[in-house]
C-alpha cells in the first residue's frame, strides 16, 4: 500500500512541476529520449507514452553501453524478467511475473522484425545489429496468439536506409574469449537499401570437468545476416531478412549439490556432452497504404536442426549417455489491416497461420525413440480503440482473438537386440485446441506525457505433446489458463529529465504446466497441470538526465507467485512459491558522457549497473532456493573519430551463486559465470 502511495504522489508531482519546468539544457550530449520512440511492436504506431500496457525499451545506446550481447543478457534489465542460464542453448526458459516455461514451448513469445520465434531451441540469441528491443509484460495474446502468456520480446534489426558504412570489431576476454564481426550498410538508390553482417565467437569455458581434465562449456559459434529494404513509393515498403546461426559448443557444467551446505561440487563426468545447431530465419514484410487502412503481410520461414550428446547421469560411472536430434520447419503467414489511427475511433483486423513440423529421434542405448509432431494453426482477431470517450483524454479498447490449433504426434519406441532393432510400442495421438482470448483495457492521457491506465486480459498456453515420459497418459498436456488484472501509468517531469512507468499486476490462472520427472524412468523430464496458481506484483522503472551528460537508470519488480492448489501424487504443494521466480529483480545503472575533444580522446563513456535477483526456489518443495545476489557490471568507451575502444568486466565482485539447478536422482547445480573482463575495438567508415 505504501509504495502504491509513492507512485501515486510521485505522478502528481509532475503533473503540477510541467507547469514550471526546469530549463533544458542546451549543451550537447548523447541521450536517448524514449518518448520518440515509436512502438510498432504493439502493432499500433504509438509513441510510448500512450500504450496502455507495461512496456520496456532499449534503444541502440543502452544496448551498447549495458554490453548486452545476447538474449540472455536482458535478464534482470527489465522489471520482473528472469532468464536462467541452463548451460546450453537447447532450451532458454524466459519468466516474466513468474509465468515461464523449463521445457517444451515457451510462454514468453519472441519476434524478429515481426519473424515469430515458437521453439525454445532458437531463443538464445546474439544480438548482432540490432536498433532496439522492446519488452511488453502480461498477456498479450488477443494480438499475438500462443504462447504469450507472460509477455513479448521484441527485436528490431537496423534499418540499411538510416545506417550507411562499414564496421570492424573484435574483442579478446579472459577464458579465452575472442570475437570478431562485421556489418556493411549501402544503398543501390534512395529507396533500396541492403546490409550484410556476421560474426565469429570462441570461447575456451568457464568450467573444468575433473574428469577429462579439460574445459566443459567450449564454444563456436558463427552467424550471418542479410537485410534489403526497399521503399518504392510513399504508398509501399518490403523489408527481407535472412539470418543464419551455428553453434557448436560444450554444455552443462553440472556438478552434484551437498543439500546441507548448498556447495557445488567439481564437474565431474566421463563423457564430453555437447549441443550443435544450425537456425536459419527468415521473412518478408510488406506494407500499403491505401486511402484509408494500411494493409500488412508477413511471411516467414524458420528451420533448424540440432544435436544434443549429453552424459545424463553426470558422474564418472557409464550409466546414461544420451543423444538427442531433432529438426524443425516452420512457416507463418500474418495479415493485418488497421485504420490509419489519427481519428478518433482505430481499428485492427488479422489472420494468422502457420505449420511447424518437428521430427525428434532419443538415442540411449540400446532404447530408441522416434517422435513426429506436426502442429498446425488459424487464427483471427479484432482490436478496436475509441478516444476522448465521455471526456476527454479517456480512451478505451477492446480485443479479442480466436485461436484454432491441431497437434499430433507419432511415437515409436525401440530397442535394439542383437544389432536389430525391435519395435516395442507405437502411440499415434492427435489433438486439438481452440480457444477465445478477450483483452479491455481504460486509459487517462492527464497530460501528453502522463497518463494511467487499467487492464484486464485472457491468456492462454496452448497444451502439446512431452518426449519424456512413461505411461501413455503422461503423453500429453493441457493448456494453461490466466485472468491478468493490471494498473499502472507513465509520467514525466522536470521538463522530462525524469520519466519512468509503475504497474501493480494480479494473474489468477488454471492448469500451470508444470515440468516433473518421469516418476519410473527418472530420466528426463516432462509436463503435468497443476491445479490453481497465482502471481502477484509491483514494477517501478525510471530514466533521470541528472545534469550535461549524466544519465541514471533503476527499475524494480517484485513478484509473489505461488500455488494455490497443487497435489502431486501423495504430496501438497498447495502455498508453495513457483519455482524459477526471483522474488525480486533490481536494476541500478549510470552513464556519464565526457567529452574532451583532445588529440588522443574525443569523448569517453563511464557505463556501470547493479543487476540483483532475488530469492528463488528451485523446485516445488520449496526446500532448495538461491538467496538474493547481486552483480556488478562496468564499461568504459574512449572515442576518437571512426575508433572506439570499450574496456568492460562482468560480475565484477566474483560473487558466487547458482544459476541453474535441477533433481534427476542426486541434487545437481550449475555455478554462476566467474568474473569475466576484456577489451572490444572497433572502427567505423562512413
Not at 501509468?489 to 501493480?504: E, M, N, P, Q, V
Request: net charge neutral.
Amino acid at each position: 500500500m505504501l509504495k502504491s502511495t509513492i507512485l501515486v504522489s510521485l505522478l502528481a508531482l509532475c503533473q503540477n512541476i510541467q507547469s514550471n519546468p526546469i530549463e533544458n539544457d542546451t549543451l550537447s550530449q548523447h541521450h536517448v529520449v524514449l518518448d520518440e520512440v515509436v512502438v510498432t511492436s504493439y502493432k499500433e504506431k504509438k509513441n510510448i507514452r500512450e500504450i496502455p500496457a507495461s512496456v520496456s525499451s532499449l534503444s541502440l545506446s543502452e544496448i551498447r553501453n549495458k554490453n548486452i550481447i545476447g538474449l540472455k543478457d536482458l535478464s534482470a534489465y527489465i522489471p520482473n524478467l528472469f532468464f536462467p542460464d541452463y548451460g546450453s542453448k537447447l532450451t532458454s526458459p524466459i519468466y516474466i511475473r513468474g509465468v515461464g516455461s523449463k521445457i517444451n514451448s515457451p510462454s514468453v513469445g519472441l519476434y524478429m522484425d515481426g519473424i515469430p520465434f515458437f521453439d525454445k531451441s532458437v531463443f538464445d540469441l546474439d544480438i548482432n545489429e540490432v536498433e532496439r528491443i522492446e519488452v511488453l509484460r502480461g498477456p498479450q495474446g488477443t494480438l499475438y496468439g500462443r504462447n504469450t502468456m507472460g509477455g513479448i520480446i521484441n527485436v528490431y534489426t537496423k534499418n540499411p536506409l538510416i545506417y550507411h558504412g562499414a564496421t570492424l570489431s573484435v574483442t579478446a576476454a579472459n577464458y579465452g574469449q575472442t570475437a570478431f564481426s562485421g556489418s556493411y550498410y549501402g544503398k543501390a538508390s534512395d529507396s533500396f537499401g541492403y546490409s550484410l553482417s556476421g560474426n565469429y565467437k570462441h570461447s575456451d569455458g568457464f568450467f573444468k570437468n575433473e574428469y577429462t581434465g579439460s574445459a566443459v562449456d567450449n564454444l563456436n559459434a558463427a552467424s550471418g545476416k542479410l537485410k534489403l529494404y526497399w521503399k518504392a513509393s510513399q504508398r509501399f515498403n518490403a523489408n527481407l531478412l535472412v539470418n543464419y546461426e551455428y553453434s557448436d559448443q560444450g554444455g552443462y557444467p553440472y556438478a552434484l549439490m551437498d543439500m546441507t551446505t548448498g556447495k557445488i561440487g567439481n564437474v565431474d563426468y566421463n563423457n564430453y556432452s555437447s549441443y550443435r545447431h544450425g537456425i536459419l530465419t527468415s521473412g518478408l514484410t510488406m506494407n500499403y497504404s491505401f486511402e484509408y487502412f494500411l494493409l500488412k503481410s508477413v511471411t516467414s520461414y524458420q528451420y533448424f536442426d540440432d544435436r544434443q550428446a549429453i552424459d545424463q547421469d553426470f558422474s564418472p560411472k557409464p550409466t546414461f549417455f544420451v543423444t538427442q536430434k531433432q529438426r524443425q520447419h516452420m512457416v507463418s503467414e500474418e495479415v493485418e489491416m488497421k485504420s490509419f489511427g489519427n481519428e478518433r475511433y482505430a481499428w485492427l483486423n488479422g489472420v494468422f497461420a502457420f505449420h511447424q513440423g518437428t521430427t525428434n529421434a532419443v538415442d540411449n542405448s540400446p532404447s530408441l525413440k522416434d517422435y513426429d509432431s506436426p502442429t498446425s494453426g488459424l487464427a483471427f482477431y479484432h482490436q478496436s480503440s475509441y478516444k476522448d470517450l465521455f471526456f476527454e483524454g479517456l480512451s478505451a479498447s477492446a480485443g479479442l482473438r480466436l485461436d484454432y490449433e491441431k497437434a499430433s504426434q507419432k511415437y515409436i519406441s525401440m530397442k535394439i537386440v542383437s544389432g536389430e532393432a525391435q519395435t516395442l510400442q507405437t502411440l499415434n495421438t492427435d489433438l486439438e485446441f481452440s480457444q477465445l482470448t478477450p483483452k479491455v483495457s481504460l486509459q487517462y492521457q492527464i497530460t501528453p506525457r502522463n497518463m494511467t491506465y487499467a487492464t484486464v486480459t485472457r491468456g492462454y498456453k496452448t497444451g502439446g505433446f512431452n518426449v519424456s515420459f512413461d505411461t501413455e497418459k503422461e503423453q500429453t498436456f493441457d493448456p494453461e489458463y490466466s485472468w491478468n488484472y493490471e494498473v499502472g501509468g507513465k509520467f514525466s517531469c522536470f521538463a522530462d529529465r525524469l520519466k519512468g512507468d509503475f504497474s501493480l499486476f494480479y494473474i489468477d490462472w488454471r492448469h500451470q504446466q508444470i515440468s516433473q520427472i518421469p516418476p519410473i524412468s527418472n530420466v528426463g523430464t516432462m509436463l503435468v497441470n497443476a491445479g490453481k496458481s497465482y502471481s502477484k506484483g509491483v514494477e517501478l522503472a525510471m530514466q533521470g538526465h541528472i545534469c550535461k551528460g549524466l544519465d541514471l537508470q533503476m527499475s524494480y519488480g517484485y513478484t509473489e507467485a505461488k500455488f494455490r492448489s497443487y497435489q502431486s501424487g501423495s504430496a501438497d504443494y498447495s502455498g508453495n512459491y513457483i519455482p524459477y521466480v526471483p522474488r525480486e529483480t533490481v536494476m541500478l545503472g549510470g552513464d556519464y558522457n565526457l567529452n574532451l575533444r583532445s588529440r588522443y580522446i574525443d569523448r569517453l563513456v563511464f557505463s556501470t549497473q547493479y543487476i540483483g535477483t532475488g530469492k528463488l526456489y528451485w523446485n516445488e518443495k520449496n526446500i532448495v532456493s538461491q538467496p538474493y545476489y547481486g552483480i556488478l557490471n562496468g564499461k568504459v568507451s574512449a572515442h576518437k573519430g571512426n575508433l572506439t575502444v570499450d574496456l568492460w568486466i562482468k560480475n565484477a565482485t566474483s560473487q558466487d551463486y547458482v544459476a541453474y539447478y535441477f533433481e534427476m536422482g542426486n541434487s545437481f547445480a550449475q555455478k554462476g559465470k566467474p568474473t569475466t573482463f576484456g577489451t572490444t575495438i572497433s572502427f567505423t567508415i562512413k
